[in-house]
């Protein structure tokens, strides 16, 4: 049985993979993390007593902790998803985006050297997989981001990303890492955090609160379900090969208003909003009646798309959820798991 071991595991796309990996592949997995306000043990509360699931908080800026977990578990394959993520935060402190990201990333991949060079035999069947974003490319006027576009991140979120992905292409080239990296479009579904704009509509409209919506709502992102992401990384680390990055992608672009519009016609299905005594109390009718535009954040990209041809082509990956069937089934989540949402909030409210 080999092993996967998944940076980051405890977080949003990190404990959506391990549970992916669990069900479809016969892996033993690893997950390592730091546990931050968004990487939780509530993620990963129906598999942390899995037969094949193992944890190990630790940091990935930590080499020494990074080679122990290595050298206990000797993993055929590192999935490293730990890092910062949140534009907003990075704006407000972009210190943290620089160590996680960036020097995080550079003692992991030391670590990861180190390790591989150790392997002998095994040494051919080893990958790294980056899981990057399409922020990197910056703001985009015609056309899809493929994986020869250039960079030109804009947030300093998409700039330690950036800077990440050429230090993972470099100790490819300089070193050998038998290294790949995946550019993913946005991530909607389950297990992410409160604070991203998913999960902030259906709780604010199931609670009668209102919508935020940054500028005028008109910036565009190529929606990705957060399964279809997972099955993408397991068939790049089968079939990719080490070098080379891989475009991951939805094909689903739509506004931030029709995300909005999109989120609350699921809701109206699930919990109509006559019967929502949150929205009466409001005066409201309809759950669009609660938006409310606020201004722009600083360096906001008008638009991402993702070109999937490679993934297509070389990896024989393509996204199989619809785009109305994967937001039913995030807002049906939501409001089933009030509770959790509720208990990661207040985690974030107490003290470290």
Request: contains cysteine; aromatic residues 10%.
């Amino acid at each position: 049985m080999d092993t996967i071991l998944v940076t980051g595991g405890a977080g949003f796309i990190g404990c959506n993979f391990v549970r992916f990996a669990l069900r479809r592949t016969q892996s033993r997995v690893v997950v390592f993390d730091k546990l931050t306000y968004a990487g939780s043990l509530l993620n990963l509360h129906d598999v942390e007593r899995h037969p094949r699931c193992a944890f190990v908080r630790g940091d990935i800026g930590d080499r020494a902790a990074v080679k122990a977990a290595l050298d206990r578990y000797r993993p055929a394959a590192i999935v490293h998803f730990a890092a910062e993520t949140h534009v907003d935060r990075s704006i407000e402190g972009p210190r943290n985006f620089l160590d996680a990201n960036v020097i995080g990333t550079f003692e992991l991949l030391e670590a990861a050297l180190w390790y591989y060079r150790g392997l002998g035999a095994a040494r051919e069947s080893f990958r790294f997989l980056h899981v990057s974003t399409d922020e990197v490319y910056g703001s985009l006027e015609q056309g899809a981001f493929n994986e020869n576009s250039s960079y030109a991140p804009n947030s300093p979120y998409a700039a330690s990303k950036a800077a990440a992905d050429h230090f993972v292409r470099a100790y490819n080239r300089t070193f050998g890492l038998p290294a790949l990296i995946t550019n993913c479009s946005n991530n909607y579904g389950y297990y992410q955090y409160p604070e991203k704009l998913v999960p902030v509509i259906v709780l604010n409209a199931a609670a009668g609160r209102n919508l935020p919506i940054y500028g005028d709502g008109l910036n565009v992102r190529d929606w990705l379900f957060v399964e279809d992401h997972c099955a993408a990384l397991i068939a790049v680390l089968r079939r990719g090969e080490p070098g080379r990055s891989y475009n991951i992608g939805g094909g689903n672009e739509r506004t931030n208003l029709q995300m909005v519009e999109a989120l609350c016609a699921a809701l109206e299905e699930q919990m109509p909003a006559a019967r929502n005594p949150a929205l009466r109390a409001r005066g409201a009718t309809d759950y669009l009646a609660l938006r409310v535009f606020v201004p722009d954040r600083p360096g906001h990209d008008r638009r991402y798309a993702t070109d999937i041809a490679r993934m297509r082509r070389e990896i024989g990956w393509r996204p199989l959820c619809p785009f109305d069937e994967g937001v039913r089934r995030t807002v049906r989540w939501y409001l089933e798991h009030t509770q959790w949402c509720r208990a990661m909030l207040a985690a974030r409210s107490q003290p470290a």
